[in-house]
């Protein structure tokens, strides 16, 4: 018999990765739901303006790929694969600075 899981610690690598899976997944169902905090709006219109005002700055998706697939080998050549990270910071300036 299978011990009892008593804490979302207690999960195997494999069942958190699916519990964040699972959970990610609830939420895109009502994106609505989710708050997005005045710091990220700021954030946003800033990239926003950056990518009007200096459209070169942009890039094509093949570029992306090459760039994931470079950084990260593991890729199969038609994958992509995105992770969404939460934190708890709300500086921007904090987090901008942890960006390659």
């Known amino acids: 018999m ?9 999960l195997s690598p494999s069942e958190k ?17 989710v708050p997005v905090h005045g710091w990220q709006k ?15 700055s942009g890039l094509m998706w093949e570029e992306v790929k090459r760039r994931v697939r470079s950084r990260y080998g593991r890729y199969a050549e038609d ?4 992770y969404g990270v939460f934190h708890t910071s709300c500086d921007p300036d904090k987090w901008r600075q942890r960006l390659p």
């Not at 994958?79 to 995105?82: I, K, L, N, P, R």
């Open 79 to 82: 994958t992509v694969t995105v």
């Open 2 to 10: 299978t011990p009892a899981i008593t804490s979302i610690f207690d």
């Open 42 to 56: 700021e954030e946003l219109a800033r990239r926003k303006a950056n990518l009007t005002e200096n459209s070169a």
């Open 17 to 33: 990765l699916q519990l964040v899976e699972d959970l990610w997944d609830d939420l895109a169902v009502t994106p609505e739901m």
